[in-house]
């Protein structure tokens, strides 16, 4: 339905037309299907006709608003508040040809704390899932992007610096072990010597951790699975820089690589380029700093890969509860194939894990570490 336009939104199509703007108005808002598990945000489609030098032309962007701290949680609200300086920074003006962030055509921030961005409507001219090509690509991309920040990673207070953290999940370790140690008889044979490699895996995150801090650092999106990769005929999109901050090289990559955890991308799509997806996010960064070197990068990748353990933990809590498998961009998907999805990507979060920690000097409480990787192809298990 039509809405009266606001002062924010005339200033922002004017901005995106170029023009001398007379009239913006009536406005179409189409509400989208954005992080829907968080209340007091809400992401819009709006669009209409604004009278420009005398010609009516069409005009549509991307409004994203998060309410303010009296309203929204924390968590929400700090990620609105870091984008929102983000978008302010002028950070987006340097990064390489070939990737980018949304335009942005205004922003807002009202007194009660409210934000509003008004940014780019890109619209992804590929498949979703991502295809292979699609994730090759975004590698390469990514990987220029991080190059080109090497040596930025603590420019800015407003950074988010927690990622570590926010994926290993070290307050959830004891009830990850407790999720282990309880599973059910008939589930442990279907993981083979897998299930013990869970085990000594979550036991081994503070070495995980202690790789990651060990590389070189640059600044990352820290949010680049698949859903917030948009790919045009000029470049690739990154949308939703709520997380930027400081991160191992090799981070983002990581989190592409995992878009089949929420469905962003097929397992067996990211097992079949794997390695020439991590080639060529190697070949991307070095093309910006050629001091990193390539071993360096793939370790960066598969410790930030390692630190997902809490994904085979709530693999073997969805296969304990009977609960059916869910994965979040795929809600038509059967449950069987979620299922087999999930299962088949915790062999790739092992096999990261077996090249991580399969060195000599890793040990948990004094015994070896002998994670075996499985390789990146994941068809090892089948799902019950």
């Known amino acids: 339905m039509g809405r009266a336009p606001t002062g924010n939104q005339d200033a922002a199509v004017g901005a995106m037309l170029g023009g001398d703007v007379v009239s913006v108005g009536p406005v179409r808002r189409t509400v989208l299907d954005y992080d829907a598990f968080f209340a007091h945000r809400e992401l819009s489609r709006l669009d209409g006709e604004a009278l420009v030098e005398g010609e009516r032309r069409p005009w549509s962007l991307i409004e994203k608003r998060t309410e303010g701290p009296h309203l929204a949680d924390p968590y929400l609200y700090d990620n609105a508040v870091r984008e929102l300086d983000a978008y302010r920074s002028g950070m987006f003006d340097d990064m390489p040809v070939g990737i980018r962030a949304p335009r942005v055509y205004g922003t807002l921030l009202e007194a009660d704390g409210a934000i509003t961005l008004s940014i780019e409507d890109v619209r992804h001219e590929g498949s979703r899932p991502l295809d292979a090509q699609a994730i090759v690509t975004a590698a390469g991309d990514l990987g220029r992007m991080n190059g080109r920040w090497f040596g930025s990673a603590s420019a800015e207070p407003w950074f988010f610096a927690g990622w570590i953290d926010r994926h290993g999940q070290p307050g959830a370790v004891e009830a990850g072990l407790a999720t282990v140690r309880r599973a059910h008889p008939d589930v442990v044979p279907l ?29 990352c999106h820290h949010d680049a699975v698949g859903a917030n990769v948009f790919r045009t005929s000029a470049a690739t999109v990154l949308i939703d820089w709520e997380s930027v901050g400081p991160g191992t090289v090799g981070a983002d990559l990581a989190s592409l690589l995992l878009s089949p955890r929420r469905g962003d991308a097929s397992v067996h799509v990211v097992a079949s380029v794997f390695d020439e997806a991590v080639e060529a996010y190697i070949d991307g960064f070095r093309d910006q700093v050629p001091a990193v070197a390539p071993a360096q990068i793939r370790q960066g990748v598969d410790a930030a890969i390692a630190l997902r353990w809490k994904l085979a933990v709530d693999v073997l809590a969805s296969l304990e509860s009977g609960e059916p498998a869910i994965r979040g961009s795929l809600r038509d998907e059967s449950p069987e194939t979620a299922l087999d999805e999930l299962i088949q990507l915790v062999g790739v979060v092992l096999a990261a894990a077996g090249r991580t920690l399969d060195r000599p000097g890793a040990s948990i409480d004094g015994k070896p570490v002998a994670l075996r990787g499985c390789c990146p192809t994941p068809d090892v298990w089948s799902s019950p």
């Open 191 to 219: 993981w083979g010597d897998h299930f013990a490699d869970i085990h000594r895996l979550i036991r081994a995150q503070s070495r995980v951790r202690a790789v990651l801090e060990s590389l070189p650092h640059t600044v």
